[in-house]
């Protein structure tokens, strides 16, 4: 499809409600393989909304189809240390930066090939999908200037080996 004349795509945009509905939103991720995604995510108020069960299905999923994750995180969202399914390191698939003070969010957005999924928290429980090139490069380059500014999170390596390990049973 194109518009104007001018060759480019248009973009689309997917609305979703409730908590399956925002469950949705994050397995529409799960329709791609080997490819480097963007996250700005508050982990906890996620979790609160789509519940540790569907992070635990939805890391092994990820893993298994080879996301690699370069996520961002609020200060006051680290929870690893309860939750070993949010390790960091290859595999995992994943590094996780914790943003400066005073930037703290309660909803996040992940970028995955030319979209973009907002997931709002529990508050509201909603959640949509842009698919635009052009959003995601803007998002993709503020999403590295934070990156830059924002701190490494430290994990302790046995205390999410348990969740590799069920990753590798049959």
């Known amino acids: 499809m194109s518009r104007g004349g001018f060759g480019a795509t248009r973009p689309r945009f997917q609305l979703f409600e409730g908590v399956e509905g925002v469950q949705h939103v994050l397995k529409d991720m799960l329709n791609f393989r080997e490819c480097t995604t963007y996250a700005l995510w508050p982990i906890k108020s996620m979790m609160e909304i789509l519940s540790e069960d569907f992070f635990r299905y939805h890391n092994k999923e990820r893993i298994r189809r080879k996301l690699y994750t370069r996520a961002i995180w609020p200060q006051k969202e680290a929870v690893v240390e309860k939750n070993p399914f949010?390790?960091?390191?290859?595999?995992?698939?994943?590094?996780?930066?914790?943003?400066?003070?005073?930037?703290?969010?309660?909803?996040?957005?992940?970028?995955?090939?030319?979209?973009?999924?907002?997931?709002?928290?529990?508050?509201?429980?909603?959640?949509?999908?842009?698919?635009?090139?052009?959003?995601?490069?803007?998002?993709?380059?503020?999403?590295?200037?934070?990156?830059?500014?924002?701190?490494?999170?430290?994990?302790?390596?046995?205390?999410?080996?348990?969740?590799?390990?069920?990753?590798?049973?049959?």
Do not use: C
């Open 86 to 170: 949010l390790g960091v390191g290859e595999e995992f698939y994943r590094e996780i930066r914790i943003a400066p003070e005073p930037l703290n969010f309660t909803m996040g957005y992940w970028m995955y090939q030319n979209r973009i999924a907002f997931l709002s928290s529990r508050a509201e429980s909603f959640g949509f999908i842009i698919e635009s090139q052009e959003m995601a490069e803007m998002l993709r380059a503020q999403h590295d200037f934070l990156w830059e500014s924002s701190a490494p999170l430290k994990v302790n390596a046995l205390a999410t080996q348990g969740f590799l390990d069920e990753m590798h049973r049959p």
